[in-house]
């Protein structure tokens, strides 16, 4: 993924409206729309710097969806899915994090075994 999926995932992950995201990261609203058209152009260092920050993000995630390899080692960077998947988790209270975590096991287990 590049750097206009990775920015979709994020604002996504963190429910950001693209104008929130403007006024978060002082760039123009019109300028990150391009950024997310199918054939969008590639923001500048300084834009990519202030989207990232704005985001809570590096920028070399924005980039290549992977954080810096340091941070890998200690603390694995899920990809955009799963860390939806976490946020939604997260929200449920203790009894449906149980089914939810269960179902999971589940499935997991019969993929195995189907290998």
Known sequence: MGFKENLKAEL???????KELAVLSGVNRRTIDNYLRENGS??????AVRIAEALGVTVEYLITGQERQQQERANPPLSPDPRIILKDLESLNKRDRKIVFNLVKSLKAMDDAEK
């Not at 996504?12 to 693209?18: D, E, H, P």
């Not at 590639?42 to 834009?47: E, G, L």
Request: hydrophobic letters at 55%; proline letters at 8%; a neutral charge.
């Open 12 to 18: 996504a992950y963190k429910n950001i409206l693209v």
């Open 42 to 47: 590639v923001p500048s260092v300084d834009a």
